[in-house]
Every structure is written in structure tokens, then in C-alpha cells.
């Protein structure tokens, strides 16, 4: 997608009503709601972390950007995700958390984003994490300095990977996870990459929107 089509789209963006449960559940994994189950005494105290879904201009088409996770002690190693994280105490919102921790992983200007929309919660029973993602646009190319601490790899997909339906696909948990699953789950091949969990039913939210209104 163009860069010009897309800011044509985006004030119908902003203004869509789309029914996010209908959209996670496409491209949730099928132990989701057991896990659901499992966790709701833990949710009322879930951690808070926000997430920035960015699409920015990359020869004049559209692209956004997702990063690979280093390896580390904890349940999303190695995991493909959007640049984001958990709150903290100087944040005043949880909007504030999204640009803050965005710029710490992927090092972009953030006077350089306008946020388009807000999308609907989505808990991650595994973490116990409840993540707000937004969905922002820079008109202008960006540059990326990974944290290498935290990141392995910035991703950036051309949103056409994406609104094309031959990449959704489903593939083995124990392929693309460092948690034993042995079950087969919905997931994105985007680059070469597999995105499923909580980042691929986000993503199905951004897909139906876009797909709804272009």
C-alpha cells in the first residue's frame, strides 16, 4: 500500500468500530481459553504494558515494525513481538508507556509519531500480562538503533505481507516457541518469520480494520 492511499484511510481508520474478539479469535491458539480459565483469579492483578503497532514509509509504501526478543529467562524468549513493555511508575498513561519503551527498543524519534487509534486490551494468561496496543504513523522514513539487550532483530514487514490471506498458515508451537507445545496454532509468515500468539490476534484486529475500510 501506497503511503498517499494510506493517509487517505487513516480518518476512517480512526473511526471504525470493529469487534476485536471476533478478530483475536482467528488467530488465537486453541489452548487459549483454558489458559483463560486458568488465570482469571490472576487478572484484576495483571501487569500493565503497552505496545506501538507502526506503520511508516519505507520507499514510499507502507510498512510496520515488529521485533525479535533475545533469549532470556522468561515465558516470551525468542518471541516475535511490537516494540512495547510494561508501565512504569513516571508514565502518566499507558500511551506514555507505548512511546517510551519504543523508543528504548527500536530507538525511533517519537516527535516523530502521531498516534492513529487505540486498539482493544488483549490479556496474555502466560505472563500475566494485560497489553493496550495503538496503532501509530510517522510520515517520514524513520531510523531504527536496536536496544540490544532487549532486541535481537527489528523486523519491518511491508503491510501487503500482511493483508495477503496466503500467509496465514499453521504450524507446530514446538517450532517457533521456547515453551514445549506440541499443537498446531494459527500464525502469520511475515519475512521469513513466524508471528502468532497475542502479537498475530493484535495483528488480526489491524488487518480487519484495514481490510474493512479500504
Known sequence: MTISRFLK??????????DSNVSHLKMAPPYRKYL?????????NSKRAGVSVLFHPINNKVFFTLILRNEY???????ISFPGGRTEK????????ALRETNEEIGVNIDEIKLIRKLENLYIPPSNYNITPFMLFASKQLEFYKDKNEVQEIINIDLDQLLNISNVVNTRGSHISNRYLDTLVPAYKLN???????TAMILSEVKDIINSVI
Open 192 to 198: 521469513d518469520h513466524f508471528v502468532w500468539g497475542a
Open 9 to 18: 484511510i487513516i480518518p476512517k481508520i480512526k473511526t471504525f468500530v470493529s
Open 36 to 44: 483463560l480459565e486458568l488465570a482469571k483469579n490472576k487478572y484484576n
Open 90 to 97: 513516571n508514565d502518566k498513561n499507558i500511551y506514555e508507556t
Open 73 to 79: 529467562d522468561g515465558v516470551h524468549s525468542k518471541q
